[in-house]
């Protein structure tokens, strides 16, 4: 029902209102709801009273409504300052939400509501700009940008209104963004910390729903709150079951998430990867045993990932397998959360975080600290015992006792299993760290990651670090909400209307957005002659390696390296950097376990007959004919690779049956099922950890 607006000439001449009962009338006649949750009554209070507030309450609690209901209880004008767009959930349905859903929505309901934003036409802007103006403004919440504010134009307006005595309250909604120990600092955020002395005497509300306690201590500091009341509603989500399932320790991962989802039921569910091709991968793996399933990743175009969100929404795929592209856009009772990772990440991940903070650190930097106490944070969660729920909640600076898990855990329901397969990882891990010169089951909680010898596989001294093909990137955020706002699902009445509104505003702005990533994304695939070059470094460092662990191999390191590098490029030159990359990477784990017989069958291009033979009768680089490895400078130096062949002994490299370069996970099974010695171990692993 649409409420009648409130008389909107006199507010400066209305009364406060106050009271328990008359803010829940208040609350019943405009929002339809019977009584206040959670801690919205007291933040309410707080901020009619005059006193600043920090709000800390999870997605969805309902944190607009602290600043909705001042607005209606109290004279003058309460402005919201929050990024364009949100989302909003609502029973699993994600809603994505601009300024100008939010003021429509409130029109609704009887609340004189306005935003201000690039994508309103200059004659709206005006017209908004001049009630500001006017004596007695009839607007009671005014949605702004972070930006706006930023802007002297719109502040001196401000000062303006604020000298008249209309502001009531500055609400500042995601406030986490303001800092830089958040997930999600924006600078734009970064100029309110001038609010408090522009506009002095005007409560200020800070709202989020991720601040862990350093970002709350730096929230309130740069906002420069006063003696805030401080209010945490639980993070506490009894309906969740966690539980930890470690890789090394499962037959076959694949079976066992197969087995895990399908023993869920009919919900609809995300598998989180830190890798694209991991997405592909396991999306590929799960449709072939029976999954509704699709990837979704930056590096699947625009209309794709329309689809992939649009036939997720409407239940028509039942998981998504995601990188953060997809973001955190998803909210169900009965939902099942998975990560699929790997530890041996850990220093990619951290490397990663620490150039997109600063592109220009120097690559041999160690990562922030942050990142590490963070990524300490994740690995103690996955690597000792005890309460999960408790672990989860301690982040958040939530003190509870374990007994408030009620064995919803598997630590708590399984205390003793756990400890097993504790053990049995740890033993796997040790295992992997005496194989070869690879250090990619570095994994023992006790170590601190800055502690840990770099892992030779994502130690990459060169721009290749650099690169953000292979894990997403921030800018992915932005990723989903473009598709939301393509998607064309009809999925509540009046949204679809609403969206098709949207959609037409914004256009201008993701057309640029789009285009800008279009660039983007050509530039961060091509292959340079410097990442080049600092493969072929690295391939060569990894043969040296290898010449020194098999004495009986005899190679020109240097010629091997160049004629490895090159393999790599002829494969995947084309496909673009990560791929190219990868290739390389999986080439030096190779490196790091392959035997004499198998890398001179690699390099020695003469032998006709390659695999088969046996490391004596296969001659290395070195003493292949000249000719030949003229032939394979030839093709290193020939611009056009593929058509390439070894003449005078008329073999193409495709002729020859190489030994295959294993995939990252091939590796790691290949690798987990050898003892030091290579042998088998027994087939004794669990296909299921419970
Ligand atoms: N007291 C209440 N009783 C019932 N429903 C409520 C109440 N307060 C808010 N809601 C509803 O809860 C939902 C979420 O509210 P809101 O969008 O304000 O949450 P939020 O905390 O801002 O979440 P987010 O972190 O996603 O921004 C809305 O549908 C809102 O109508
Ligand atoms: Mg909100």
């Known amino acids: 029902m649409k409420k009648a607006l409130l008389p ?57 409504i602290c600043y909705q209901i001042p607005a209606l209880a109290k004279p003058g ?30 029109k609704e309901k009887g609340v004189a509501a306005e935003y201000l934003s690039s994508t309103q036409t200059t004659q709206v802007r005006n017209k908004i700009h001049e009630e500001l103006e006017s004596g007695n403004p009839g607007l009671r919440l005014l949605y702004v940008t972070p930006e ?23 609400a500042v909604d995601e406030a986490h963004c303001i800092s ?5 600092f924006r600078p734009s955020y970064r100029k309110l910390a001038s609010l408090r002395k522009r506009l002095p005497g005007v409560p200020i509300l800070a709202l989020t729903a991720t601040a862990v306690p350093k970002v709350q201590v730096d929230v309130i500091e740069s906002l420069d709150m006063e003696n805030p009341l401080v209010l945490k509603s639980s993070f506490n ?39 694209r091709t991991t997405c592909d991968d396991l999306a590929s793996h799960l449709s072939t045993n029976g999954i509704s399933c699709a990837a979704y990743h930056a590096g699947l175009n625009n209309k794709l990932r329309t689809s992939v969100l649009d036939d997720w929404i409407s239940a028509k795929t039942q998981v998504v397998v995601a990188t953060v592209a997809f973001g955190m856009v998803f909210y169900s009772p009965n939902s099942n959360l998975l990560f699929v990772g790997n530890f041996s990440l ?29 990524f300490n944070l994740m690995v103690e969660y996955c690597e000792t015992s005890g309460c999960r729920r408790k672990k989860i909640l301690d982040s958040f600076g939530e003190q509870v006792s374990t007994s408030l898990c009620k064995k919803t855990c598997d630590a708590c329901k399984n205390p003793n299993q756990v400890e097993k397969y504790l053990e049995e990882l740890k033993a796997i891990c040790s295992l992997g760290n005496r194989i070869g010169s690879s250090k990619i089951f570095v994994s023992s909680s006790s170590k601190p990651v800055d502690e840990v010898d770099f892992s030779e596989y994502w130690s990459r001294d060169d721009e290749a670090v650099v690169s953000e093909d292979d894990i997403s990137d921030d800018d992915d955020g932005i990723d989903v909400q473009e598709c939301l706002t393509q998607s064309a699902l009809p999925s509540k009445s009046k949204f679809s ?26 530039d961060k695939n091509a292959i340079s002659e410097t990442t080049r070059e600092s493969c072929k470094q690295r391939l060569l460092n990894s043969l040296k390696q290898t010449q020194q662990r098999l004495d009986t191999l005899q190679i020109d390191p240097e010629m091997s390296s160049l004629f490895l590098e090159n393999e790599c490029f002829k494969k995947y030159g084309k496909t673009g950097k990560s791929f190219y990359l990868s290739q390389v990477a999986s080439t030096v784990r190779w490196l790091s376990t392959v035997d004499t017989a198998d890398l001179t069958s690699r390099l020695a291009t ?40 070894l003449s005078p002994s008329q073999i193409t490299l495709n002729d020859i049956k190489l030994p295959s370069i294993p995939s990252f996970s091939e590796f790691v099974n290949k690798k987990s099922s050898k003892d030091t010695y290579g042998v088998d171990k027994k087939p004794d692993k669990r296909s299921r950890l419970q």
């Open 180 to 184: 830089t120990w958040g997930h999600d």
């Open 606 to 645: 003469t032998n006709q007959n390659s695999t088969s033979k046996v490391a004596s009768e296969v001659k290395p680089l070195t003493s292949v004919s000249p000719s030949v490895s003229d032939q394979v400078m030839k093709m290193i130096n020939d611009k056009d690779h593929e058509n390439v062949s």
């Open 148 to 170: 706006l504010i930023a802007t002297t134009g719109f502040m001196s307006k401000l000062t303006k209104i604020h000298s008249r005595g209309l502001l009531n309250l500055i």
């Open 237 to 275: 989500r009894p309906n969740i079951y966690y539980e930890v399932r470690f890789k090394d320790l499962l037959t076959d991962p694949y079976v066992d998430l197969t087995d895990l989802i399908k023993s869920c039921g009919d919900v609809c569910g995300i598998v989180y990867c830190l890798e």
């Open 346 to 374: 850990r220093q990619f991940i951290l490397n990663n975080a620490d150039n997109k903070k600063s592109p220009s650190s120097s690559l041999q930097d160690r990562p922030p600290k942050k990142s590490i106490d963070d």
């Open 77 to 106: 004008i309460v402005l919201v300052v929050s990024p364009l767009i949100g989302f909003e959930f609502i029973e699993c349905i994600v809603f994505l939400h601009d300024h100008s859903l939010n003021v429509m929505a409130l």
């Open 8 to 64: 909107v000439n006199n507010i400066s001449k209305e009364r406060k209102v106050s009271g328990k009962e008359a803010l829940t009338k208040l609350l019943r006649w405009h929002f339809g709801h019977s009584a206040y949750r959670g801690k919205q009554l007291e933040a309410i209070e707080s901020v009619l009273s005059g006193r600043d507030c920090f709000c800390l309450m999870p997605t969805g609690g309902g944190k607009s």
């Open 497 to 522: 209307e609403k969206m098709d509104f949207l959609q037409r505003a914004e256009e201008k702005y993701y057309q640029k957005n789009d285009h800008d990533k279009q660039s983007n994304k050509h």
